[in-house]
């Protein structure tokens, strides 16, 4: 059991959830809501990692962080080391693979709250902070949590972007996935049917949680 | 009494005027403490007026002043939100928070709503309304009349400046909307604002409204207290939208001044009508009377009114619809024109009515009201400030 792999996948998995928190409802919220040219586009674009092979989405991060891209470029010069396979570039190679689960969910929670509960809630003169802290967020937090956990759960299992943008640097990118991948490698059976129990549970626990929330939510019109 | 209120003296006075994509050129105004429905058919922009008012729709131009307060002015570019116009908005589907309960629902609808005093107040509201005792039940846990009190508290919460009802009573059953209609007119004693229905149902403005406004296609075509707006339609297109049945096309031939009456031709016929000098001999006009005013000939035939206009005809149907006889009768010497009446089942039996007999009817000039020829309509203005 590589206890290192987890509580890095662990740390990875949290930030992620973290940071994406409020850019979800933000985004889940306006594309719910606002109506904009290309907003198909949008939403197509933010669901490309759901399709795209995972290999396809590390290879382009892997050139937009090198060494060789202005990104790659100025964040050697800010840090002095490279963006490219280290825990930060695998940060935001996750919070860009995560972009449709966080999204997806929280913009379904928005889009089921009726737009005259919104417009009562203007009427009653309130704030747009209390709005959105008193109406909003306790009428959509089904989907706002659902999100969070899938983003978790999938943090965890990610291995084809992991691989490609982290490697497989001890304490700095070797997630549990690819801890996963290189003990079967190793012919270390024993620990990776361990590890894989273990990301299976979690991952059981977090989908089955996830479809739960979101049969709270009923679709507007309902 | 029913004069309408003068821009100045009105409490919430709106002026709004656009092209598409829902066309409207309307004025309404209300003073404090006075109800004013605005009725129309589907479509007809009642509720794009009730909107507009509450900031949930902007017009292209339009001018919104409430209680001094300027809410709307295209014409300045301003345009209050609508968390910042001091108003009440019950929602067709009252539209009550569903997480919260009763008391928490109303508790939201006021400035400061962790204050004790606020509780207090929210539980006050909750009395008034006949709810006390249900403060804990979700909207999902009430009853269609006991959302609709929820939802009228909550609205009266931040005590505003005006209060909209949109639709108020279309969503629950007859029996309960009885009981509201009661319990609002009895809520109203104690409103200081002005208060703004929308509703379609005609009988419903007549009963709890003081002036009513009649819209259609967005344009406001009429203003006045029921009575008159049924009695006096400024136009053939109101009497249509208020469901005047008798309503017919005619000309003016004289004013009698002397004998108090108008004479009017209708298809070689001469009635005598109330007197109205507003229309010039030798035009054309249209004229209604109310069903209610078209009697059976042998009743009280002796106090018989100079105004009085005898026709006969033939009574082509007999409906009989709950308590009254609806009958339709076919003058004699007027083509198609068919009048309307109404009468109760026992004299519909007392005189044996069936379809095909002939019978004389009274027309009752008093109540005959005449109105410009539809193609020729006294302009309905509707000024642009």
Redesign the interface.
Known sequence: MDWLALLLSFKLAALTMLVLLPCGLWAGRALAWRRFRGKYLVEAALALPLVLPPTVLGFYLLVAMGGASPVGQWYQSLFSHPLAFSFEGLLIASLIFNLPFAIQPMQRAFESIAPEVREAAMCCGMSRWRQFTRIELPLAWPGVVSALVLTFAHTLGEFGVVLMVGGSIPGETRTIAISIYDRTQAFDTTAAGLMSAVLLMISLLSISLSYRLMRRIEPYPA | MNKPPSTSSAMLHATLQQTGPIPLAAEIACRQGELLALVGPSGSGKSTVLRSI???YAPQHGRIVCNGETWLDTAAGLQL????R????V???Y?????LGALENIL??M?DPTTPDARKRAQALLRKVHLDGLAARRPAQLSGGQQQRVAVA??L??DPHVLLLDEPFSAVDRATREKLYVELAELRRDLKMPVILVTHDLDEAAMLADRMTILSRGRTLQTGSPLVVRRRPVSAEVARLIGLKNLFTGEVIAHQASSGHTLIGWHGQRLKVRLQPDFTPGTGINWTLPAADVLLMPLDHDSRDPLDNPLSGRIVKIVALGETVHIQVQANATGDARLSLNVSHHIARRYALAEGQQLTLRLRGEHIHLMPADDNPRKVTVRAR
Do not use: K, V, Y
């Open positions: 509450a900031g949930l939100s609508t968390a910042r001091r108003i009440g908005m929602f067709q589907n539209a009550l928070f569903p997480h939201e609808g400035d909550r609205a919460a931040r």
